[in-house]
Nanobody, 122 residues
Framework: QVQLVESGGGLVQAGGSLRLSCAAS????????MGWFRQAPGKEREFVAG?????YYAGSVKGRFTISRDNAKNTVYLQMNSLKPEDTAVYYC??????????????????WGRGTLVTVSS
């Protein structure tokens, strides 16, 4: 059973930066497809960034957010720069134990963290 724990959320002013972390346990992390998703109040959960065979970004965050992973620490990161109020959401880490899984596919990601809240003030 894979467990994911996010951290690093908080309140930041527009234009600021945050780095989210997601620590994984319970399996062979280096072989996982990993993704970040977010859900704003009243909206559906949406893809933000993911990595597996390739790295993907949502158009709304491309050039501002960077996903990275440290397999030695079983951790995936999301560096968020130039934050905007519309980035306010609960950010979720997701994983699938098949490296070939498309990390953009919300239905294909088998394991989810509980989320961490990011609030960007204007």
């Amino acid at each position: 059973q894979v467990q994911l724990v996010e951290s690093g959320g908080g309140l930041v002013q527009a234009g600021g930066s945050l780095r989210l972390s997601c620590a994984a346990s319970g399996g062979s992390f280096s072989g996982y497809a990993m993704g970040w998703f977010r859900q704003a109040p009243g909206k559906e959960r949406e893809f933000v960034a993911g990595t597996g065979y390739a790295t993907y970004y949502a158009g709304s965050v491309k050039g501002r957010f960077t996903i990275s992973r440290d397999n030695a620490k079983n951790t995936v990161y999301l560096q968020m720069n130039s934050l905007k109020p519309e980035d306010t959401a609960v950010y979720y880490c997701a994983a699938d134990t098949y490296y070939s899984t498309d990390p953009r596919d919300i239905r294909g990601m088998a394991y989810w963290g509980r989320g961490t809240l990011v609030t960007v003030s204007s």
